[in-house]
């Protein structure tokens, strides 16, 4: 496979499997939020979407192609979008969640937009991920470039390879998975398709709504390998039973 999408779904998988990578537990800061458990991390975004990928390079060339005054380009490029989007939906990719138990950023740091609902639970579909240095790990040259071989043999379609490189070298890993509500992309891609006929900047417009949509959830790759190992260990043996009396 060469797609990014899928690549980064399958090595939660390859790598939990696997022997724990790390001789400690990491801290829980590492968890996608205070409020959302390793083990529903795991189970939410364990698989990507590759349709929901593919809608948002469409959605993205869509807004470069209005940019440089291809409206017929961008006008095909949203058709495609929409197509995508609707192919989503039949993956079993998309899982639910409130947007405030998913980050705004990457690091957590900036705050949703203050019209973003924050209680309503909402299908998001993930399309994105990628493997980061743990928040809580001392960030050095070794351990920087060490994620970024890991990230390659993952764009290369060499899962496996990926998580060994994360064993080999120690690294506390943190798997980022990008996500947007399912429904209101899908609104703001058909919004673009209305409008991309008589008003190319409003159309702009509803396809940069559903780019900012994007919010974030981080997976520790320690916690999960370990938690996969724990349940793989062989059940110890029962003691025979002793010898009927004669």
């Known amino acids: 496979m060469t797609r990014m999408g899928m690549l980064l779904g399958t090595v939660l998988v390859a790598t939990a499997a696997a022997t724990p990578l790390y001789a400690q ?19 939410d975004f364990s698989r990507l979407s590759d349709d929901g990928s593919m809608a948002f390079e469409y959605l993205s060339l869509a807004r470069t192609a209005i940019f440089d005054g291809d409206l017929a380009g961008a006008k095909a ?7 995508a989007l609707a192919t989503a939906r039949q993956d079993n990719t998309a899982f639910q969640k409130a947007a405030a138990e998913l980050m705004p950023s990457k690091t957590g740091q900036s705050r949703p937009r203050p019209n973003a609902p924050t209680t309503q639970q909402v299908a998001w579909l993930p399309i994105d991920g990628e493997l980061v240095l743990n928040a809580n790990a001392e960030e050095t040259p070794e351990k920087t470039a060490a994620v970024a071989a890991a990230n390659r043999h993952l764009k290369s379609g060499n899962p496996a390879r990926a998580a060994e490189v994360l064993r080999v070298t120690s690294v506390d890993a ?12 899908t609104q703001d891609v058909a919004r673009a ?12 417009e509803a396809l940069r709504d559903a780019q ?14 370990k938690a996969a190992a724990s349940k793989a260990a062989p059940a110890a043996a029962a003691p025979a039973a002793a010898p009927a009396a004669k």
């Open 212 to 225: 900012e949509a994007v919010r974030y959830a981080s997976v520790d790759i320690q916690a999960v390998s």
């Open 77 to 83: 490029l949203i058709a495609n979008a929409q197509q």
């Open 193 to 204: 398709a209305k409008q991309i006929g008589k008003d190319p900047y409003k159309a702009s």
């Open 174 to 185: 943190d798997y980022v998975i990008a996500a947007v509500p399912l429904e209101q992309v």
């Open 25 to 43: 537990q990491a801290p829980t800061g590492a968890a996608m939020s205070g409020t959302v458990s390793q083990s529903a991390a795991t189970q």
